[in-house]
């Protein structure tokens, strides 16, 4: 397989060659030849928070194999090679069915093995308070369970990748010490932790930041408060829902500055949703919703209460562009080098060598030539295989 297109970040038109797997041979196309017409090729995109799609939902009770399979490739189509079943708070047995069920999907499909790079759980040690607890059920948060979550790593077959958590129940500190030592990262998210606390799970492991602005109070004291006290812990990374209505497009630009794009990572948090035509669905969880003509997935009856993410990944970097003084590659590697490296053995590249994990789209303006437009797909590669669209 060999294709020619403009690489991410050097903006050069390069010629591709893969072989099985892997990147075989990457050629740079000099003289006269701009490339401009050319779509873009970058690694593949990596999405950590994923919690359903097309109308199935990881955290719904009668999962299957076969949904766990369709979500993984339905993503195809929005060139995320790579991303993280996310499931949020539950009963042990539904949280316990959930991990059997995509520990199982990879083991009986490689198309669910070579998309699958662990699993994210999202709770159910997260904080009880109206506003940071987000959509989850009240009934079902807990404080941390070293039992309960080894009996859950083990039903996931060791997949358990990433656990977010609040740090404000007792003994935290100590728990968190535990799960990242087997592995596991540690995720501060729902949280209305103090400084001290914060600091405490920092000390103890944690390094990332679960969708940081949001799952959060709608008032909060000036400061001190959580989202200072993550913004200025360097040992955190930050992931960002960057889809145009979790965040401001000033709250994004001012959390990457302050943050530094280093420590910036993109997710889309997409619900079961994601992936639906516009109009009104009931929901198990959360009663009606709406989804909006603009992407927005709202309560029904209303604009303002948001009922979760529906917008792809690859709209979060074009928002980047738009919302923050950040250039393509910065933006792209927000959501793909860098989450992948926070959780993969491999960390995508765009290398000779690397698993041929590669997305390419097109993206107007976003060599400076005027507005940003959308982030289109052109084809998505994975591990080598052809598995959305055709090859420039
Ligand atoms: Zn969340």
Redesign the pocket.
Request: proline share 0%.
């Given at each position: 397989m060999e294709f020619v297109a403009r690489r991410y970040d050097t903006h050069c038109p390069v010629s591709v060659r893969i072989e099985n797997r892997h990147i075989r041979s990457i050629e740079t196309l000099n003289g006269t030849f701009s490339g401009a017409d050319l779509p873009w090729v970058a690694p593949g995109f990596v999405d950590l928070?994923v919690n359903g799609y097309g109308g199935r939902e990881f955290a719904d009770p009668s999962l299957s194999v076969e949904d766990v399979a369709e979500i993984s490739t339905a993503l195809d189509h929005d060139g995320v090679t790579s991303y993280l079943p996310t499931v949020?708070t539950h009963s042990f047995e539904t949280l316990r069915r959930a991990m059997a069920t995509i520990a199982a999907a990879g083991e009986q499909s490689s198309d669910v093995a070579d998309r699958v790079a662990g699993i994210h759980l999202?709770?159910p040690y997260t904080s009880a308070e109206d506003g940071p607890r987000?959509?989850?059920p009240v009934e079902h948060v807990r404080p941390p369970d070293w039992d309960e979550f080894q009996r859950l790593q083990e039903a996931a077959g060791g997949q358990i990748r990433i656990l977010?958590m609040s740090p404000e129940h007792e003994g935290s500190a100590q728990f968190i010490s535990r799960v990242a030592e087997t592995g596991v990262l540690v995720a501060i998210?729902?949280t209305s932790a103090n400084t001290d606390q914060i600091h405490a799970a920092v000390d103890a492991g944690a390094r990332l930041s679960?969708?940081l602005g949001?799952?959060a109070h709608g008032q909060l004291r000036r400061h001190p408060n959580y989202i200072w006290d993550q913004l200025a812990e360097d040992r955190l990374v930050a992931s960002l829902i960057v889809d145009g209505h979790h965040l401001p497009p000033a709250v994004v630009k001012t959390l990457v500055r302050a943050k530094s794009p280093e420590r910036c990572i993109l997710v889309s948090?997409i619900t079961g949703m994601a992936g639906m035509p516009p109009g009104r669905y009931s929901n198990s969880s959360l009663g009606d919703v709406v989804v909006a003509e603009d992407g927005r997935l709202v309560i029904a009856g209303q604009r303002q209460l948001l009922a979760g993410a529906a917008r792809p990944l690859r709209d979060g970097i074009a928002n980047m562009l738009r919302f923050t003084d950040q250039d393509l590659r910065s933006a792209v590697e927000m959501a793909s080098t860098r989450p992948s490296s926070l959780v993969a053995r491999e960390a995508a590249r765009l290398e000779p060598g690397a698993t041929a994990d590669l997305t390419i789209f097109r993206l107007p303006g976003a060599d400076g030539s005027g507005p940003i437009g959308d982030l289109e797909v052109f084809a998505t590669i994975n591990a080598g295989k052809l598995v959305f669209g055709s090859l420039p």
């Open positions: 928070q949020t999202e709770g987000g959509a989850h977010t998210g729902h679960t969708h949001n799952g948090d």
